[in-house]
């Protein structure tokens, strides 16, 4: 009987290769090895190493394991329970502690459980409670937590036993029992093993027993230094079964890496890509053979994707996925957040548009998906534009919604269009809500669920990346695995009760537990987290993110157990997590064959990011070099090189365009009226008004749970164009026509209840003062002729214009004009119109007026402000009414020119209109103060 333990330093590369050389000599078919790695990342190295070795052609291959696949590959061949689904332990486990606690609290008990199978010997678990009682005494609470989660241990075991059930523990200590009457092998390969439970010891004890020879390889040197105190834990293991003969490998020459300090975590990213691509293209680098690995990978991948795209590096990335971030589980997460929430906005847009919910939207008459996918499309944007908040009635008139905030603007295609999108939104709803109706047990609620998953065509569409379709695939049927283990739990544990809140908070809950690690093709380069760089050597490696931060990383207490008792009982505890953390930390650095590149981001923010403390290299600036490697360097390379500094953008001017003016002649010429509004918008900003009424760009605010100043002008505007709908009528009888009015206003709003009731106190606080400006008016002679009218006229040759007149009121000779505002009246001047040109509204509609009754003449116009309950007369003292028209005529005529020339600059704009404006990040001016 042989057994070797090799004890390597970290510097010690291709170890692998050594034990397979020797394990051949050994053995001359390859099939009579046994290879047992810890990761499968090493499994896969070595998978490839080892065909290299053997020189023939056709072999049987050795056997690869990591430890659970062989577990649950021998319990599946040789057991006779049913593995339980660790997705659904929380949820068994909440079942028994009967109590009000959350299913976080339920999953760690659920840890508890797994670290006292784990780690304390089966002799010592009977004799805990009283250990507990020892430990804790005088601590009443932590005591209670502790006995109850050993209570429930018990109860829990128990139950799986009478059930036929196996969780991940029972699987790997039944393995060691199969494993002696199952597994044969001459030659047993352990490499790269550091600190395994008693349960993974077991198995590896009977495996060594069973094999006629044991290789075995692990971290260690003769003087045991600190960095090497976690793999201890093996060799302590496997030396204690004895007769191994211990061999210290020879450690190569050490590297001398620098550490690099980027300012940014992107810069920090980028530098590694340009390093790559530098020594990629000096064919000093193989891309196949370099690693790149992060502490904390999760937050790295994303800025990897997008940076190594930019500068065209091929790259694989191997982090843990958690399910809850797979598109289409995130389309199904949606879907239950929208039905929690009452159909909230921002999660139902979100389901029904789904790609991966085909069928929602599509109705029985449509030839293809065009219509279906056009609606999905839409129904965001649409959504914000209908103002939905949330609730089931505001998505089944989303049509309607949208033709009423029209206000008459849609033509007959978008009226079509918005009740075709309707009809499909109430049928996705009713399709929702017949299937997933309100049930009372659990194994219904998850049965409904997958009913309709299959109904709605969940994930039929394909993609044509391979690797992401075989995600996406096994995605799905891991979500599937959580639905069957749930009727699985109803069937097996009896009827459990939950209400449709809790069913879909429960599954929303195992999802995020949910955690596979996909296996795409490998190609270019390689990026995965430290800890799966276990037993690798890369030959060029790029260890990055090495921040105090990440490294170490944060310790997750236990609440059941205090740091101490988990020492007593041989857990990981503090100690255990930062030998841990730091063993990984220098055998990662020393793995690499030649000089590794290192680095970490000083900043992050404002906020100041220091290096691991890890680090006992001084850190230098990062080294830049004047190399492109990419588009966008090679864009600003040739910019700096013409010396054309980045400069604000030119402003948007088409005078010398034929074919763009004749298209703007055709919108805005002289056959075509122009709304008022719209030339005050052109003055205000013309940059903005090229973006919303050329390019018909929209920038909708998010519908927020109560009235915007939109909804309450148009609320206000309804009740007074309700008022003297039959023309004036007598102040006594005016509350009674306002409260009329309201109710209708309300109606056609569909406000909810609590806004409703705050507008009704509104009103009822507002109509005193409404009646007090009301009679001055008519004791001036003056009453309401019209209300909310249409005016539309030419007052200057080939200048088109329309409007509508909030209220005019009449005398026997003249008119008055009045616009309601139930804001700030800011800004509403004489001098505004003649000096300042930034009004024009009122005059012109003077003008208008003035034309159609030229017996009459035009009085005033002014602003009534609905908040102040004051009227702001603009044609009285130093600019008579007659002065503003004209300057209202020069300045319209002034702004028809500019908009028919194609100029709209973004220049000589007011300040205060672009601090505000939520479109300033597309002009690229900055803003600037007119003084």
């Known amino acids: 009987m042989c057994r070797k333990l090799y004890l390597a330093p970290f510097s010690g590369h291709n170890t692998t290769n050594r034990l397979l050389k020797e394990a051949l000599s050994l053995s001359a078919d390859p099939s009579e090895i046994l290879y047992i790695a810890p990761s499968p990342r090493k499994l896969r190295d070595t998978q490839l190493a080892f065909a290299q070795l053997v020189s023939s052609k056709a072999f049987i291959p050795p056997r690869f394991y990591t430890i659970g696949p062989l577990a649950r590959e021998l319990h599946a061949q040789y057991g006779d329970s ?202 000093e680098l193989n891309l196949t053979k370099t690693v790149i690995t992060f502490p904390k990978l999760a937050r790295y991948a994303p800025l990897v994707r997008r940076i190594f795209k930019r500068y065209r590096l091929p790259f694989t990335i191997y982090p843990s996925q958690n399910l809850s971030t797979s598109p289409p589980i995130v389309a199904v997460l949606e879907l239950l957040g929208a039905l929690e929430t009452g159909y909230e906005r921002l999660a139902t847009a979100a389901f029904l548009s789904s790609p991966f919910f085909p069928k929602l939207l ?177 030959r060029h490696l790029y260890f990055s993110g090495l921040t105090e931060e990440d490294l170490p990383s944060a310790y997750p207490a236990d609440p ?119 030339l005050e918008n052109y003055r205000r900003c013309p940059f903005r008004f090229y973006l919303e009424h050329v390019m018909k760009l929209e920038s909708l605010p998010e519908p927020a749970y109560e009235i915007d100043a939109a909804q309450w002008g148009l609320l206000v505007h309804r009740v007074l164009e309700g008022l003297y709908s039959e023309g004036p009528i007598p102040l006594q009888q005016l509350p009674g026509r306002a409260r009329t009015a309201l109710n209708q206003a309300l109606a056609q709003a569909g406000l909810p209840v609590f806004w409703e009731q705050v507008t009704r106190r509104v009103f009822d606080n507002i109509l005193p003062d409404f009646i007090r400006v009301e009679q001055q008016l008519r004791d001036q002679g003056y009453l309401p002729q019209k209300t909310e009218a249409r005016i539309q006229g030419e007052p200057l040759k080939g200048l088109k214009i329309h409007g509508r007149l909030d209220r005019v009121d009449a005398s026997k000779d003249a008119f008055r004009i009045i616009d309601y505002k139930t804001g700030s009246t800011a800004g509403f001047t004489g001098k505004a119109v003649v000096i300042d040109h930034t009004h024009m509204q009122l005059p012109l509609y003077a003008r208008l007026l003035q034309e159609r009754n030229p017996n009459r003449t035009i009085d005033n116009i002014g602003i009534w402000s609905i908040r102040d309950a004051e009227l702001i007369w603009l044609g009285y003292g130093k600019y008579p009414v007659g002065q503003l028209i004209d300057a209202a005529l020069e300045n319209a005529r002034e702004v028809a020119a500019a908009i028919r020339s194609g100029r709209f600059p973004t220049d000589d704009v007011n300040y205060q209109v672009c601090r505000n404006c939520e479109l300033k990040y597309l002009c690229g001016r900055k803003e600037k103060s007119n003084g």
Not at 97 to 123: C, E, H, M, W
Not at 183 to 199: E, Q, S, T
């Open 362 to 538: 599509r109705l029985s008459t449509d030839k293809d998906d065009t219509s279906r996918n056009r609606a999905a499309t839409r129904i965001n944007l649409a959504s914000k534009r209908a103002g939905i908040i949330k609730g089931r009635n505001q998505w089944r008139n989303i049509g309607a919604r949208l033709i009423a905030a029209g206000q008459g603007r849609l033509d007959e295609t978008q009226k079509a269009r918005a009740s075709d999108l309707q009809k499909r939104v109430r049928q996705a709803i009713g399709l929702t809500e017949s299937i997933l109706s309100e049930q009372a047990l659990l194994a219904e609620q998850a049965k409904a669920l997958k009913k309709f998953l299959e109904v709605v065509e969940f994930r039929k569409t394909e993609t044509e990346d391979e690797n992401t379709e075989t995600d996406l695939r096994e995605d799905k049927k891991a979500l599937y695995d959580i639905i069957d283990g749930l009727v699985e739990l109803d069937n097996d544990w009896g009827p459990v009760k939950l209400t449709g809140t809790e069913f879909i908070r429960t599954l929303t809950y195992l999802i995020g537990m949910s955690t596979r690690k996909p296996e795409p093709r490998p190609a270019g380069v390689t990026i995965i987290s430290m800890e799966e760089t276990l037993s690798l050597s890369p």
């Open 82 to 283: 049913r593995p339980f689904p660790s997705e659904l332990k929380p949820l068994l486990i909440h079942q028994l502690l009967n109590t009000p606690s959350s299913l976080g609290y339920a999953r760690a008990v659920g840890d508890f459980i797994s670290d006292i199978k784990r780690y304390v010997s089966p002799d010592e678990c009977p004799g805990l409670g009283n250990k507990f009682r020892k430990w804790l005494a005088g601590y009443n609470k932590p005591l209670d937590r502790a006995l109850q989660a050993l209570d429930i241990m018990a109860r829990y075991d128990a139950l799986l036993a009478e059930k036929g059930w196996a969780d991940n523990e029972d699987i790997l200590h039944q393995a060691a029992g199969f494993c002696t009457e199952h597994i044969r092998a001459k030659v047993l390969i352990l490499d790269g093993f550091v600190a395994p439970n008693l349960l993974e010891q077991k198995l590896l004890a009977n495996l060594v027993k069973l094999a006629e020879m044991t290789l075995a390889l692990t971290w260690n040197t003769k003087d045991r230094t600190r960095a090497y105190e976690f793999p201890c834990r093996f060799t302590d293991f496997i030396t204690g079964l004895g007769g191994f003969k211990l061999e210290y490998l020879k450690a190569m020459p050490e590297q001398k890496p620098v550490v690099q300090a980027c300012t940014t975590i992107d810069e920090e990213v980028a530098a590694i890509a340009r390093d790559i691509k530098q020594r990629f293209l000096l064919k």
């Open 560 to 678: 059941i157990l205090p740091d101490y008792i988990r020492r007593n009982l041989g857990m990981p505890d503090i100690e255990f997590h930062h030998d841990q953390e730091q063993f990984h930390f220098h055998r990662t650095i020393a793995s690499a064959q030649n000089e590794p590149f290192l680095s970490y981001h000083n900043s992050d923010g404002e906020n100041l990011v220091l290096p691991t403390p890890f680090l006992e290299i001084p850190p230098e600036p990062a080294r830049l070099t004047d190399a492109i490697y990419s588009e966008e360097e090679l864009q600003h390379f040739q910019g700096e090189s013409r010396n054309l500094p980045l400069k604000e953008p030119e402003p948007v001017d088409f005078s010398d365009n034929p074919e763009l003016l004749k298209v703007l002649g055709t919108r805005f010429g002289p056959e075509t009226s122009i709304s008022v509004t719209r």
